[in-house]
């Protein structure tokens, strides 16, 4: 387990024990009732699929949405050094498949083209936030690019050369 898992289980263990006054149940309980019951979102990484508003450290989107990119990696990797061509070609493969489920989604459900502070009302933001920004598929696109670069780098390292 992970020091940020066992936050997540910390938190609705321990944090009732050391708060009170009039409006603790008013702004604590909330964030407490979602520890208690979606833990295990935490748990597994996979809290970014959920609804923000119901989630436990609903902030940690990121962590599990790399999570779930490492996974991913490890296969890419796995192809670009045993065999390099599908490895390259599954790399594109996912680069498409992620700019074609963005576009999808932002298509279906009538969300802006970007997330932009001035295109997003009280209705959209959350909207766009929920179904599209912290989802993987989001984000897979840059990442394959990303994963392709540094095994660019590492594979040609000795013909690199950075200048000052």
């Known amino acids: 387990m992970t ?7 910390a938190i609705f263990l321990l944090l009732p024990l050391i708060g009170s006054g ?3 149940g008013d702004f604590v309980g909330p964030f407490l009732q979602n520890c208690r019951d979606r833990w295990w979102l935490n748990l597994f990484y996979v809290q970014n699929y959920w609804p923000s508003d119901d989630t436990c450290l609903y902030h940690t989107w ?6 779930q990119l490492y996974v991913v990696a490890m296969i890419l990797v796995w192809f670009l050094i ?15 498949c992620g700019m074609a489920a963005v576009g ?11 997330l932009s502070p001035y295109l997003l009302d009280a209705i959209s933001a959350p909207k766009m936030w ?6 993987t598929f989001d984000h897979v696109g840059s990442f394959s690019i990303g994963l392709f670069t540094g095994y660019l780098v590492a594979k040609h390292k000795e013909k690199l050369t950075f200048g000052r």
């Open 3 to 9: 020091f940020y898992q066992l936050l997540a289980i």
């Open 82 to 96: 045993k065999k390099p061509n599908i490895g390259f070609t599954l790399i594109i493969f996912f680069v498409i």
């Open 22 to 24: 009039p409006f603790w």
């Open 130 to 135: 929920n179904t599209l920004y912290i989802k």
């Open 104 to 114: 999808a989604i932002v298509f279906i459900h009538k969300l802006p083209g970007a």
């Open 62 to 67: 990121l962590l599990a949405a790399i999570m």
